[in-house]
């Protein structure tokens, strides 16, 4: 057999395999196992594994070693189930094994991942004595670590008597590859302890583990080894470096690592997108996307799905679909994993949700990321039901919602008030455990908090074992939303005295709180400590200073703060200008209305409500009717706020005709507000006749506003019809509705006290009329 090793290695091709073949049988050397095992081998080497397995199959009695290169040869071709299938044949024939068979019966068991049989088979090679193979350990613990069972993977690397660099290697990777990157660092450590010369492979796994953590320092040690040592790899050492820069936030390394790259392939190109991208520097990826695309190098899947990111978070739809077209135009596929969700997000983050649709319903992908990537589109645009239907189709089709899936559908519920949505998710997240999921729990919070279950929100709240400060925040928000703004400044006193982390919204909500309830002291101590803190000061927080000071009556401090922003929104505007009309200040609020719209910034309905009250209030009936005029002419279609503000300011002015003819031409019905606006001039002028016809009309209305019966019960006391007042009163109670009291709060000695109606047991009520 020797001799005709050379005429092995001599064939080129199938055909002068297939002579040699035909010698062999000629001279009956075809009998003999060896020429018969090498012939096995050479057909597969040349691509024909179907003539191999007929090699094999007529061979009346295959020795272990033709048995394991046959299983070797179908390894070659992925054909992993029938690796496994001829390895339990050749135990059912009772055919003695070799360790040579069980490096390609392993690897086969990792591809399929069927741990059973592979712990079967470990069974089997300690039963045969193999276990001291160097190349079967080697074997055991990359199979094991492809598996995902780490700790047999380990047990087998500290059991090994010899250690090579191929195994320091795959225990290194097998950590690295399940999500132990830490442990994986730490076996990387002592392999450079005990001097063992490491490999490209060892390398790779050891940068990724460095770029997961974010230890810039230990990566940068590695790539110095790798520099000295002069190791160079298949160019996928250069590429795993650029990524663990760019997940280290060293974007000159990477981008150095890539100019002085000799052979940029697809994959340097792609690591690099995608560093920008991790980085925020989308429009620096889209950039070198073109000088890819220049320098006329091929694109992949992952490549175009980095570039779509770059748009989808940029919002640039034109460039966005500009890469769909091409994606379509070269014949790719859409329905693949990576572009389908790729395209998802692209739409779903310009706000084309119907397009979004479109592609999704198109796509084959049936992944969980695809379904999350619409459902939160259609929460971003105010689309909440169609969410909350997306999702339930998604569970007809039995594709089972992930945390991602229910934080999105718990804020759908909330933002439509859908507490009994809500609390079927709340069920579903504590049958499948997601209910310890921080994420998860702050979406509940924010949910109950929407409905206006403030119980249930502060009931998770408490079991929540570890409180982030995004926790904290949501219950903040949560109470101050739903009218609790001194429980939400206790927390904030709780989370101060307990030396929490704090944020900008933490300190937001607070002094959101303090704004609603009037808190002044209150209000200067978080803005000392916001100060003192370093808490980065931005627009929103500026913005609910200027609105607390305003609203609590330091107009002086109010306009410091609103003139010392960098940048004002809208809302900005609007707090200052309300704050001038609501103490009275119209003349102030006007010329920083003008102050506005010379900045070039339009005003919205809500400063123009703002504006139209501070003039009804003050009387100020040309400058009303002025502004109402304009908000017409800006295109801005009046809300019943605007028409009662023009209804009041009239009534105030006597011109009670005028007002009721506003009523009257109202493109939707009056609500109690405007005709209370109207009803409260007729007194001031003495109009009965026209309050008369208000009682017509109102008689007629059904709702159940607290404040309807009330201003009907005072048009008919106004009248003198006491009788028909107090049937109006007795109406209101039998169907369970009461008059909202009226309260003060006053601040004394860095203290809120609440006064109310008839209320003699406030301290503030008592003082006072001891006076």
């Not at 597969?44 to 070693?65: E, H």
């Not at 074997?139 to 320091?168: H, N, Q």
């Not at 400060?469 to 005295?497: H, K």
């Not at 929103?540 to 003139?563: H, N, S």
């Amino acid at each position: 057999m020797i001799q005709y090793m050379p005429l092995f290695r001599a064939c080129s091709n199938s055909r002068s395999l297939a002579q040699l073949h035909a010698h062999l049988i000629i001279n009956g050397l075809h009998k003999d196992p060896l020429p018969s095992t090498k012939l096995i081998e050479s057909y597969a080497q040349m691509g024909s594994l179907k003539t191999s397995r007929l090699v094999f199959y007529t061979y009346p009695n295959p020795d272990p070693f033709m048995w394991g290169v046959i299983i070797k040869c179908h390894v070659w071709y992925n054909c992993f189930q029938d690796s496994i299938f001829l390895y339990h044949n050749m135990l059912y024939h009772s055919t003695q094994t070799n360790s040579f068979i069980y490096p390609s019966v392993l690897r086969a068991i990792s591809a399929i991942g069927d741990v059973g049989i592979g712990q079967k088979v470990h069974g089997r090679i300690l039963k045969c004595g193999f276990e001291s193979d160097p190349i079967v350990e080697t074997a055991l613990l990359s199979m094991y670590g492809e598996l995902g069972w780490t700790v047999c993977a380990r047990k087998m690397f500290d059991e090994m008597s010899v250690r090579d660099v191929i195994s320091w290697s795959s225990i290194v990777s097998s950590y690295v590859r399940n999500g132990k990157v830490r442990e994986g660092l730490e076996v990387f450590g002592n392999l450079v302890k005990e001097e063992v010369e490491i490999d490209s492979v060892t390398l790779l796994s050891a940068v990724e583990a460095c770029g997961e953590l974010g230890v810039w320092r230990l990566g940068k040690s590695v790539h110095g080894y790798i520099l000295r040592k002069g190791i160079q790899g298949d160019g996928s050492l250069t590429n795993s470096l650029v990524a663990m820069y760019g997940k280290c936030g060293d974007m000159c390394s990477a981008e150095s690592l890539f100019d002085n790259a000799v052979d940029k392939s697809t994959y340097t190109w792609t690591a690099t997108i995608s560093c920008y991208n991790q980085n925020g520097s989308y429009q620096d990826a889209l950039a070198l996307f073109v000088k890819m695309h220049e320098s006329d190098v091929e694109y992949n899947e992952v490549t175009l799905m980095a570039v779509l990111c770059s748009c989808a978070r940029l919002g640039w739809l034109k460039e966005g679909k500009s890469i769909h077209g091409f994606i379509l135009r070269n014949g790719l596929d859409c329905d693949d994993d990576l572009l389908g969700s790729a395209l998802v997000d692209l739409y779903a983050n310009c706000g084309k949700v119907s397009d979004c649709h479109k592609v999704f319903d198109t796509s084959q992908d049936t992944r969980i990321v695809s379904w999350n990537m619409l459902i939160s589109g259609y929460v971003q645009e105010g689309l909440s039901e169609n969410a909350l239907t997306l999702f339930v189709d998604m569970l007809r089709k039995g594709i089972l919602p992930d945390s991602y899936t229910l934080a999105s559908v718990l804020s759908a519920s909330g933002d439509i008030g859908f507490s009994e949505f809500g609390c079927q998710i709340h069920s579903h997240v504590i049958r499948t455990g997601f209910s310890t999921e921080e994420f998860v729990q702050n979406s509940m919070i924010d949910m109950y908090s929407k409905c206006g279950l403030v119980d249930c929100a502060f009931l998770i709240f408490k079991d929540t074992q570890e409180r982030s400060v995004v926790t904290w925040n949501s219950v903040m928000c949560g109470l101050s939303r739903n009218g609790f703004s001194r429980e939400a400044i206790s927390l904030f006193d709780e989370i101060y005295s307990n030396s929490s982390k704090m944020d900008e919204v933490t300190f937001l909500a607070a002094i959101q709180a303090c704004s609603t309830i009037g808190w002044l002291e209150k209000g200067k101590w978080l803005h000392h400590k916001l100060i003192i803190f370093g808490v980065r000061h931005d627009m929103y927080v500026d913005t609910a200073l200027t609105d607390m000071y305003a609203k609590c009556g330091d107009l002086l401090m109010a306009r410091r703060v609103f003139d010392n922003m960098s940048g004002r929104s809208i809302i900005s505007w609007s707090a200052m200008i309300g704050g001038y009309g609501t103490h009275g200040q119209i003349d102030a609020a006007i010329s920083l209305f003008h102050e506005m719209v010379n900045s070039g910034i339009k005003p919205n309905d809500i400063i123009l409500t703002n504006i139209l009250s501070a003039c009804s209030h003050t009387g100020y009936l040309d400058e009303g009717k002025y502004f109402f005029n304009l908000m017409i002419n800006l295109n801005i279609e009046p809300k019943p706020e605007h028409f009662a503000c023009l209804v009041d300011l009239l009534s105030r002015a006597g011109d009670i005709d005028k007002a009721y003819e506003v009523i009257t031409s109202m493109p939707f019905p009056a609500d109690v507000s405007i005709w209370g606006a109207l009803v409260n001039g007729c007194r001031i002028h003495k109009r009965m006749d026209i309050i008369k016809m208000i009682q017509q009309r109102l008689e007629n209305m059904q709702t159940d506003d607290t404040g309807y019966y009330t201003l009907l019960s005072n048009i008919y006391a106004e009248g003198g019809e006491w009788n028909e007042s107090r049937v109006v009163r007795s109406k209101m109670h039998s169907l369970g509705l009461r008059k909202v009291d009226g309260y003060s709060m006053i601040e004394v000695e860095k203290r809120i006290h609440i006064g109310k109606a008839n209320d003699t047991y406030s301290f503030s009520n008592r003082e006072i009329s001891s006076l």
